[in-house]
């Protein structure tokens, strides 16, 4: 068993982990090349954000949207 447990160990220290660890590394000499992981994702998700704001708006004006308590079925009594 313990064999085991030592492999999951080995498998998130030395695989898993591994980018991160690059990361880490590169931080010392070159921040912005550490942060770039984080600005793109920054970016892809305020994407995100403003198209589902968008589409809640959408939906809203046209009035298809279901705004009474009814609308799942967990509110009903």
């Known amino acids: 068993m313990t064999a085991f447990f030592r492999g999951i ?10 980018p ?3 990361l880490r590394n590169l931080e010392l ?4 090349g550490a942060n770039t992981p ?7 998700l305020s994407c995100l ?3 589902w ?3 809640l708006l959408k ?3 046209e009035g298809t949207e279901r705004t009474d308590v009814t609308s799942h079925s ?3 009594n």
């Open 9 to 18: 160990k080995y498998f998130f220290e030395e695989i898993a982990f591994a």
């Open 20 to 22: 991160y660890d690059y």
């Open 29 to 32: 000499s070159s921040w912005w």
């Open 38 to 44: 984080t600005w793109i994702m920054i970016v892809i």
């Open 49 to 51: 954000l403003f198209y």
């Open 53 to 55: 704001v968008g589409q």
């Open 59 to 61: 939906f809203a004006k």
């Open 74 to 76: 967990f509110f009903k």
